[in-house]
């Protein structure tokens, strides 16, 4: 069974979890301010693993960004995701204000839009929204 805990991802179990998927290495400074700066951490357990992680960034008010879903891929396709998906999605639909909407953006990796699809998310371009854009800011 799959439990989650709110707000105590540590440094050490962000930085693991990161690895497990090879994604990018971090500075610790840098990974440490992301934590801090995040509206919500989630941790996800089986047992005493954590095996999954999320973060909610954003103004809270008008957009809100999920961030670092991460499952170890070991436990992918177990149901691990989708419990943190409906934790992230609850948190913000719980902190907008009444009689407004917030937009919930994110980037996925290619190949997995079908995951999140089922969460409501569209792709984009579509007829009315241009395409999602980034640029890395380099050291």
Not at 22 to 28: A, D, I, Q, T
Not at 59 to 83: F, M, N, S, T
Not at 85 to 97: C, N, P, S, W
Not at 117 to 126: A, S
């Amino acid at each position: 069974m799959v439990t989650l805990s709110e707000n105590s991802l540590d440094l050490e179990t962000y930085l693991s979890l990161r690895a497990s998927v090879g994604w990018k290495l971090l500075k610790e400074s840098q990974a440490e301010r992301a934590l801090k700066n995040s509206l919500l951490t989630l941790t996800a357990y089986i047992g005493d693993e954590p095996v999954g992680m999320g973060r909610i960034v954003g103004d809270g008010a008008v957009i809100c960004y999920i961030q670092d879903l991460v499952v170890k891929p070991e436990y992918q396709k177990h149901g691990v995701g989708r419990v943190i998906m409906e934790r992230l999605i609850g948190f913000v639909t719980d902190i907008k204000d009444a009689d407004t909407e917030i937009m919930m953006c994110l980037m996925c990796a290619k190949g997995r839009e079908h995951f999140y699809e089922k969460f409501g998310f569209i792709g984009r371009p579509t007829e009315d929204l241009g395409p999602g854009m980034i640029q890395y800011i380099r050291y």
